[in-house]
């Protein structure tokens, strides 16, 4: 009788632990730490968050995935999510979360820090990075004169065989999102078409970048980042490349922003807000600038990193990020073929 209740006292303790360990999986962090769900990369993320935690006190959980992977899993999870911020690499992903409504209001003290091209018009979320659209060109295959004037020139006849994108990517549907909120769909559906036509599809922004330099492509459509990236590690894939970039307001002049936003359900509202408040604020900003990411810091009052080409002499055009549209984008390049 005595080892029957000791066996049934063993299995009860077990059964509890068992089920402790299945709440704590799936309850988020502890009470006062965050969950952020992050599409940046991991590494730059987690040098700003390591000096809000010292600063603040609050523990950070990282969890990281790609855009719209995170993106999706936060509209299946709902008011269940236990996420308490939103990271990501470009817009549409932010888009998609906030059109589902999911996104708090950031604080207007976190907004008066952001110059007002990198917020939303909805203020639901903001910019705390961004990124520049490119043509990087292999200098002994083109000229500076033989360069197109805008990136819808690239649907013509004259560049088929000739430019290289990684149409999978975010960061390419991206740009394709600011054309189609820009040129409307028509417009869009017919440069996709061209594209389709001219374009070699590869597999990553870095495979671009390399088969332009090895000759393999005259150019191709990336972010800066890729090519000061590899110029300050070694050269090896872009010494053969330089870059163009469009300005004029042309739709490839575009500069990608990376998003963050406060979930509304999430339990650590003020912690979260404050997260957002460091990202976007002098001290997050300048590690970002200072970082070797060699993306844009977009706060106000930073010292920018001298080895990009100034953000204030890009010259992008004017895009609402709220109203970019990645569903509607993977349609239309579905529809062309290329994807």
Known sequence: MRRSRSVIAAIVAVAAALVATACGAGSGSAPGELTVYNAQHEDLVRAMVDG???????????????????????????????????????????????SKDLFAKIDDATLAQVPAQFVPSSHNWTGFAARSTVLAYNTKALTPAQLPASILDLAKPEWQGKIGVAAAGADFQAIVSAVLELKGEPATQQWLAGLKSNAKVYQSNSAVLKAVDAGEIPAGVIYHYYWYKDRAESGANSSNTELEFFGGKDPGGFVSVSGAGVLKSGKNQEQ??????YLTGHNGQQILADSTALEYAIGKDVNPNPRLKPLSELDPPAVDM????????????????LL
């Open 322 to 337: 709220s109203k970019l549209n990645g569903p509607k984008v993977v349609e239309l390049m579905q529809q062309a073929g």
């Open 272 to 277: 979260a807000q404050q997260l957002v408040r």
């Open 52 to 98: 809000f935690t010292k600063e603040t006190g609050i523990k950070v959980n990282i969890r990281s995935g790609k855009d719209f992977e995170l993106a999706n899993q936060l509209v299946q999870e709902g008011g269940a999510s236990p996420a308490d911020v939103f990271l990501t690499e470009n817009s549409p992903a932010m888009s998609l979360v906030e």
